[in-house]
């Protein structure tokens, strides 16, 4: 077993995130940075039209899309507040440095305390990393930004609950009603880690896919997955998700009913299971009833639901000739 304190400092998470989906677009970026989009039932992406900077990450949900530039500022664009025929992005002030962004639905005001010393109740529904390890809380919709007390973060994650990961692999959870707690993993340091609505899923150093808690009544359960390989990397939506081996190889659970996991047959697949495909993959998103995947050579594939001209439930996008690949996240230093 690997105790926390002999893991050596490991590297933060790279910004890069090729592409997104929500339940009415997908957003893939370009090696430029330039970001492509889509409706759900188009076959190709199309160039969003509005000047922007050079990006290198693309995050979404089912309200907004998130966008961060190479200087480290944010951008976002309302589905709602936007006209059908494009989205309108608005730089979002007082971010700086931003490495990683998570965007969440806080059901729930929270009061909140800013800058000026004002309480003020306010949905929370985005979260941003900084490069010194400064995790932000803020409200799109508002303009208020709060800067979290509590450890120094290297990667982020949320959907109806957010999670932190420290350098020393301590995960901690808050969000949905709940205040900052840290998991009580025992000597065991987490590697990486997905939220699954209230629930999370993390991997041990020894790559052990592990489940907290068992269910969302149940605080104090952990189930750990066996009969899999050792994982490498973790990526989700809340409903489905995949795991990358070590050896390279996907593997895929949750909501299939569109083939979205790319697996013939089964609207739900409730255990990891290996799925087949030549491709290797250098990023992975999904949400909902679709999955976008990054290969190696920055193609760009989509599982799940099917579009206007009826193709198959798995396609690659053609007009999208290489995607942002180059900077994908490095966990060498994980050893």
Sequence with gaps: MIARSDIPHFLMRSKVKGCACS?????????????WYGDRRSDELKLHNQELPQCTSVIANRLMVALLDVSGHVWIADYHR???STLLFHYFPGLEEIVSVALYD?????VVRTDSGES???HLDMLALSSSGITYRASTKMNVIVEMEGPIFEYIDADEICAGLDSAGDLYTWGGGKTLEKIDVSDVAVMD????????KYLDLEGKLWKYPLSEDNRITFQLFKDVPPFQLLYGSGKHGFALSNAGELWG????????????????VPVPR????????????CKDDVSLLISQEGDVYQWGRCTRSGKGAMFKIENIKQAYVDKVYSKSARK
């Design 274 to 285: 290996k799925i087949e495909c030549e491709q290797l993959w250098k990023f992975i998103c």
């Design 106 to 110: 806080s059901y729930q005001p929270e």
């Design 193 to 200: 880690f997905i939220v699954e609505g209230k629930c999370i």
């Design 82 to 84: 936007s006209r059908k």
């Design 120 to 122: 003020r109740s306010v």
């Design 253 to 268: 659970w949750g909501q299939n009913n569109q083939k979205q996991l790319g697996i013939e047959f089964n609207p739900f």
């Design 23 to 35: 339940y009415d677009y997908r957003f893939v970026l370009d090696c430029e940075g330039v970001l």
